[in-house]
Structure formats: structure tokens, C-alpha cells
């Protein structure tokens, strides 16, 4: 189920690579795979994916989270990306949640304003409440 967090990104659970047509004639230019491949059982690997999002003319970047957590490189990874696309952007992992975080630090980072990232997310089904302190730090809004 992808859920829309503003214009230019969306979040979702795991796809496969039957998805990507789909998630290409919805008019994502972009597919940003936020899970480490092996993490599950019988998942999709990511390779399988580009290929097909890649055939489609579509950009796939793999920025995976692994239980590891967040660092500096992967939120410039993400804001990169994002800058990137020139267009819609579907970033999935296990559940959508590491994809929403991942967005909302990135974009903290850039400056955007937490209350905002919280609104948003909120309204896509995702709670940022664990990670506001890392937000507010990154945005200087502390």
C-alpha cells in the first residue's frame, strides 16, 4: 500500500518486481529501496527490481537501513536522491516506517521545519514521536 507523504514522496512496504509497472504508470520517477537485501526470507532482491524500474526508465538508488540505525551518510544519500528524481519518488523497506524516517531526518537536516515532517508523516499512518528529538537537532529548531 503506498501512502503519499507530500507530492514528491511516497512510502510503501516491501514490492516486488511485478509492482514496478504499476508504481511506474503512477507516475513515479523514481524507486529508492531502503532495505537491506537478505533481511527476510523469500524478499524481493533489490537487483530484481532495478532491473525492471531501469527497463521502465524509471532511477532506482539503494540506500539500505539496517538495525544499525541512521547516519549522516544515508540522510545526504536520501536528500540526494530526492534532488535527483526529477519527479515523483517511492521509497519502500519491510514495513514503510525506516523510508518515512529516513525522509523526515533528510529533509530535517535540509532544514525543513519538524512540526511539518511530524504533519505529514501523521497523516501517511507513520509516528515520528521517537525520532523528534533527532529531528528538531537536525533542523537547528531545537
Same mark, same amino acid.
Given at each position: 500500500? @503506498?501512502? $503519499? %507523504?507530500?507530492?514528491? @514522496?511516497?512510502?510503501? $512496504? ?16 523514481? @524507486? ?6 537478505? #533481511? ?13 524500474? #531501469? ?32 519527479? $515523483? ?24 521545519? $519538524?512540526?511539518? %515532517?511530524? #504533519? ?7 509516528? %515520528?514521536?521517537? @525520532? ?11
Amino acid at each position: 500500500m @503506498i501512502r $503519499p %507523504l507530500d507530492d514528491m @514522496i511516497s512510502v510503501a $512496504p516491501q514490492i516486488s518486481p511485478a509492482d514496478v509497472t504499476d508504481i511506474a504508470r503512477a507516475g513515479f520517477t523514481m @524507486i529508492v529501496n531502503n532495505r537491506p537485501d537478505d #533481511e527476510e526470507m523469500g524478499q524481493p532482491a533489490g537487483d530484481m527490481i532495478r532491473t525492471v524500474a #531501469e527497463t521502465l526508465g524509471m532511477k532506482y538508488v539503494a540506500i539500505p537501513i539496517t538495525h544499525a540505525g541512521f547516519s549522516h551518510p544515508q540522510l545526504d544519500a536520501m536528500a540526494a536522491a530526492l534532488a535527483d528524481a526529477g519527479g $515523483p519518488v517511492l521509497a519502500y523497506c519491510r514495513s514503510g516506517t525506516r523510508s518515512c524516517n529516513l525522509w523526515a531526518l533528510a529533509m530535517a537536516k535540509g532544514g525543513a521545519d $519538524p512540526d511539518m %515532517l511530524e #504533519e505529514k508523516a501523521s497523516k501517511a499512518g507513520y509516528d %515520528l514521536s521517537g @525520532i523528534r528529538p533527532t529531528l528538531d537537532a537536525l533542523s537547528g529548531a531545537q
